[in-house]
């Protein structure tokens, strides 16, 4: 009888653990896809972008979803199959937020074509799917992991990076004042802003003491950190850009140097992201 | 490899070679670059929007007939909102005249646009050409 009771109370506390790591998920998706949900060139783009590359998109989100599912999930996922459950639940939550956020605001109506309205959904759950996911890890308290020594091998470290640079991209990348920035400026302009860029990540990181910041042993030199992790993250920060300006078919028929400047201007919030991804992550 | 204690981390003193082989590709790329953008930041003369327009095709639409064209910038400076104006000439008079607007047509760089007719091109002189632009 005791151990019924028990056994009960058990499957009550996971049921409630459920329903919250549900809820911060779907506040994280709304905190982080709130902007996108809100511009005008993603919904244009929901009915317009080729319908290859918002698969692509669709189908490149979930290998993230699920290797940062591993590293932040929120009921401290282990195994990869756990990973996977997460992700899929961070998706769902994505998906479903953004058709709610989406047709509360009167984007979607009936009389719109099943592709219109699939395109606008499909292409707004990337962003709010990573903002489930987020949420759910970074909303919560951590109880335990504060003191816990933890190591991040070198490839996650890269791919947290990445991750970071693709969320910041997914926000600036739609918009037509990314485009209108690179046609305004020269190639000295770009030039500082890849410098600043490349000088802002590695400050952030590693000179400003926030919480989550790294440290160098005084021993170390500074070039070996600028080397080993400020540079391959602003290749990959600039990679990124390159695939969402490509995604939403930013690219047209430009020639390589207006391509390259855009990716510059691109790659400025998106080394900003990677930067923050591993302060926060 | 990075260990975190506390929140804080701090970079590895023995990283694998894997770590210096990628910062290095990274520096090269990185360098490589710069030294592309410097050299046409010396080297390319800043010259205006110079616009050209290539017809492409001249289809039947359900409405008359749709001439699809490509305008092309030669210049290194990006023109916005051009004015392109498609004219139908017959016996040296101007029988129908339809505009079309690009946000903009990015320097070195070709865009594609189409202009609707209710007469048949074919039948006499057909001019399209740019009329204008603003500076970005």
């Keep these: ?281 | 490899m990075t260990k975190q204690k506390n929140r804080r981390q701090s970079e590895r003193q023995d990283p694998h070679w894997i770590e210096w082989l990628t910062g290095i590709v990274s520096a090269l790329l990185v360098l490589a670059m710069l030294g592309w953008l410097g050299w046409e930041a010396v080297m390319r003369p800043t010259t205006p929007p110079d616009l050209s327009i290539h017809v492409a095709s001249t289809e039947r639409s359900s409405g008359g007939y749709r001439v699809a064209f490509n305008i092309s910038n030669a210049g290194t400076t990006t023109a916005a909102a051009v004015t392109v104006i498609g004219r139908l000439i017959q016996d040296g008079r101007v029988i129908e005249e339809n505009p079309v607007f690009f946000d903009y047509v990015a320097a070195q760089s070709k865009t594609e646009g189409a202009i609707f007719f209710r007469n048949d091109p074919a039948a006499g002189e057909m001019s399209i050409q740019p009329a204008g632009y603003t500076s970005p």
């Design chain 1, 1 to 281: 009888m005791a151990d019924r009771t028990a056994s009960a109370e058990d499957d009550q506390s996971e049921f409630s653990r459920f329903i919250t790591g549900l809820g911060r998920g779907v506040a994280g998706a709304l905190f982080f896809a709130l902007p996108m949900l809100m511009t005008m060139e993603m919904w244009y783009l929901g009915f317009y972008m080729a319908r290859q590359r918002l698969l692509l998109l669709f189908i490149l989100n979930i290998p993230l979803l699920v290797v940062l599912a591993h590293r932040i999930g929120f009921e401290k996922t282990v195994s990869w199959r756990d990973a996977a459950r997460d992700a899929v639940v961070a998706y769902g939550i994505g998906i479903l937020t953004s058709a709610i956020v989406l047709a509360a605001l009167g984007l979607l109506r009936g009389d719109m074509s099943a592709s219109e309205l699939i395109g606008k959904i499909a292409l707004q759950s990337v962003p709010a799917s990573i903002g489930a996911m987020l949420g759910r890890s970074q909303l919560g308290d951590d109880e335990d992991d504060d003191t816990e020594e933890k190591a991040t091998p070198y490839h996650s470290e890269l791919f947290l990076m990445g991750t970071g640079a693709l969320f910041l991209s997914l926000n600036i990348a739609p918009t037509d004042e990314m485009m209108v920035l690179s046609y305004k400026m020269t190639i000295w302009h770009a030039l500082v802003v890849s410098l600043l860029s490349i000088a802002l990540m590695h400050g952030l990181v590693y000179a400003v003491s926030f919480v989550g910041g790294h440290e160098l042993s005084p021993e170390t030199p500074w070039w070996h950190a600028f080397v080993r992790f400020t540079l391959p993250g602003y290749i990959i920060a600039l990679a990124v850009s390159v695939l969402t300006l490509w995604i939403f078919e930013r690219l047209g028929d430009s020639s390589a140097i207006e391509i390259m400047v855009s990716v510059i201007v691109l790659g400025f919030p998106a080394a900003l992201g990677a930067a923050g991804a591993r302060l926060i992550l």
